[in-house]
């Protein structure tokens, strides 16, 4: 079979990987892609180190097993833990990672102070914190461990009294503080961009990492001619390793946010 017809693996500790689904399929709309959701074990951020780096290989394998041309790791937390492991085990396929947008925001021409939202694992590996210290003098950085929002995307809820509730709680430090740009730093977090933006209290700008990872998923196909021909629309297939979260893929990759 000519590789560039086998689809693109993206792979998520959940549901939030969605999001990355999303921009990939609007910048490739004629791909096939195979989006895995471990939503059996989500969410990955509070796990031990050791345990995430075993369950994203082993998601990875599956979908090799399935054939891919390339995979897509849509979850912060799974990228900083496992990436390189990724790369060393896979080294002749194309595996693009996902990252809290810092720089861009860091960057902006109005930023003083960027707050990052993201799992406590992600905060704490070495990734992040060396990609936080590179702009540490462009910009305020400051790293918010968001312990039990990603479970909540899990579960569905979107919005409501407890979403609130958790949210003004979480941002009560920063009410008051210079932030410009708020950065998803978890790719779950942008099902609930809304009620973020509604319970920071002022005017704040958000962004994710999701393009810049659709953009990176297009070089590195057009650098190794994998990139499908034609002009016919590409099919998505859903995979949960929690059966029940099926029909909530669905709906997460229609719904509007």
Same mark, same amino acid.
């Given at each position: 079979? +000519?590789?560039?017809e086998?689809? /693109?693996g993206v792979?998520?500790?959940?549901?939030g990987? /969605?999001?990355?689904?999303?921009a990939?399929?609007?910048?490739?709309p004629?791909?096939d892609f195979l989006? #895995?959701g471990d939503?059996?074990?989500?969410p990955y951020?509070? &796990?031990?180190?050791?345990q995430?780096?075993?369950?994203?290989?082993q998601?990875? +394998?599956?979908?090799?097993?399935?054939?891919? @041309?390339a995979?897509?790791v849509?979850?912060?937390?799974a990228?900083?833990?496992?990436?390189?492991l990724?790369r060393? &085990?896979?080294p002749?396929l194309?595996v693009?990672g996902i990252?809290?947008?810092v720089?861009?925001a860091?960057q902006?021409? *109005?930023s003083s102070s960027?707050l990052?939202?993201?799992?406590?694992?992600?905060?704490?590996?070495d &990734?992040y914190?060396?990609?936080a210290?590179?702009?540490? +003098?462009?910009a305020?950085?400051?790293?918010?461990?968001c @312990?039990g929002l990603?479970?909540?995307v899990?579960q569905?809820?979107?919005?409501?009294p407890?979403l609130?509730?958790?949210?003004?709680?979480?941002?009560?430090?920063?009410?008051?503080?210079s932030?410009?740009?708020?950065?998803?730093?978890c790719?779950?977090y942008p #099902?609930?961009r809304?009620a /973020?933006?509604?319970?920071?209290?002022r005017?704040?700008? /958000?962004?994710d990492g999701?393009?810049?990872?659709?953009?990176?998923?297009?070089?590195?196909?057009?650098?190794?001619?994998?990139?499908?021909t034609g *002009?016919?629309?590409?099919?998505?297939t859903?995979l *949960?390793?929690?059966?029940?979260k099926?029909?909530?893929c669905?709906?997460l #990759?229609?719904?509007?946010?």
């Amino acid at each position: 079979m +000519d590789q560039r017809e086998l689809p /693109i693996g993206v792979f998520d500790s959940g549901l939030g990987g /969605i999001s990355v689904l999303r921009a990939c399929t609007a910048l490739l709309p004629g791909e096939d892609f195979l989006f #895995f959701g471990d939503s059996a074990n989500a969410p990955y951020g509070e &796990k031990p180190l050791s345990q995430v780096r075993a369950l994203t290989l082993q998601a990875a +394998d599956s979908l090799v097993a399935r054939g891919v @041309k390339a995979i897509v790791v849509a979850c912060n937390t799974a990228t900083s833990a496992a990436i390189s492991l990724l790369r060393e &085990k896979y080294p002749g396929l194309p595996v693009i990672g996902i990252e809290p947008a810092v720089k861009p925001a860091a960057q902006a021409d *109005n930023s003083s102070s960027v707050l990052v939202m993201a799992t406590p694992l992600t905060i704490q590996e070495d &990734k992040y914190q060396k990609l936080a210290a590179t702009f540490s +003098d462009q910009a305020n950085v400051i790293s918010l461990p968001c @312990k039990g929002l990603a479970e909540l995307v899990e579960q569905g809820r979107f919005d409501g009294p407890e979403l609130d509730d958790y949210l003004q709680a979480l941002f009560l430090p920063f009410r008051y503080c210079s932030v410009e740009y708020i950065v998803l730093g978890c790719t779950h977090y942008p #099902f609930v961009r809304e009620a /973020i933006r509604k319970n920071f209290g002022r005017p704040v700008s /958000i962004i994710d990492g999701s393009e810049g990872t659709a953009r990176q998923l297009r070089r590195q196909l057009g650098a190794r001619g994998l990139l499908r021909t034609g *002009n016919t629309s590409g099919r998505i297939t859903f995979l *949960n390793s929690d059966p029940a979260k099926l029909s909530l893929c669905q709906t997460l #990759f229609s719904r509007e946010y």
